[in-house]
């Protein structure tokens, strides 16, 4: 398969299922994998502790790779590639068999590009210009990022009367001490961080470590 011949076999689940396993979860774990080789331990040790959404950054070189081989040897996990910032990356994220494509920032190429395909593309957004723009392409969940430093809990409050029908999913600045306030919210649909699986326990291998991670911080969120 080329990168310019994507087929539907790369994404099988439909963008309501995805959605509908992000709201059930709650947690979507920013990983950055420097190597290919820690790929499966670490989603195992993430399905361990009762996530099965990652997201996979493309931050690294091993980032592809990583895709290919969790999607293939722990089908339970949904990947999603993260830091997708060139329509190439986003190519390579499908191909690999990544079920989403979340960007940063919002990038008419990738979306259009995504939309065409059916691919899921959650593009990140921190004004109500920006939130404004991808609800006219037809998107209703979206990343909002950096979250803390564009005005956290209070701008996801504020922003709710106007776009009462988008749900977020904010990144950036969120941890252990203060992912439940956001998850607290009616128009988050789930938290993303890397508090539960950082690049050191990564590079140490630290599975159990970030399965225990896991299960704190799924025994805290607070469901409705």
């Not at 990583?66 to 910032?85: D, H, N, Q, W, Y």
């Not at 190439?88 to 065409?116: F, N, R």
């Not at 991670?213 to 025994?219: E, F």
Request: aromatic letters at 8%.
């Amino acid at each position: 398969m080329t990168l310019h011949s994507v087929s539907m076999e790369c994404y099988t689940k439909s963008m309501t299922d995805i959605f509908s396993q992000m709201e059930e979860t709650g947690l979507v774990p920013v990983i950055q994998i420097d190597s290919a080789e820690d790929a499966v331990p670490l989603a195992k040790a993430l399905l361990a502790g009762g996530v099965d959404i990652a997201e996979v950054t493309f931050r690294t070189e091993a980032a592809e790779e990583s895709i290919r081989r969790i999607t293939s040897e722990c089908p339970k996990m949904t990947v999603f590639a993260g830091t997708v910032l060139t329509l190439e990356q986003a190519k390579k994220a499908l191909s690999a068999g990544a079920e989403a494509i979340v960007s940063p920032g919002y990038d008419d190429q990738i979306v259009d590009w995504c939309m065409k395909k059916n691919a899921t593309v959650i593009p990140g957004v921190s004004t109500a210009s920006e939130v404004q723009h991808a609800v006219k392409k037809g998107l209703s969940v979206l990343k909002f990022f950096p979250a803390e430093a564009c005005g956290g809990t209070k701008f996801l409050n504020a922003i709710r009367g106007p776009f009462a029908k988008v749900r977020f999913m904010p990144t950036g600045g969120i941890s252990e001490e203060n992912f439940t306030a956001y998850a607290k919210l009616k128009n988050v649909i789930a938290v993303s961080g890397s508090w539960l699986c950082t690049k050191e326990n990564i590079r140490l291998k630290e599975w159990d470590t970030i399965t225990e991670a896991c299960k704190k911080s799924q025994r805290e969120f607070p469901r409705s």
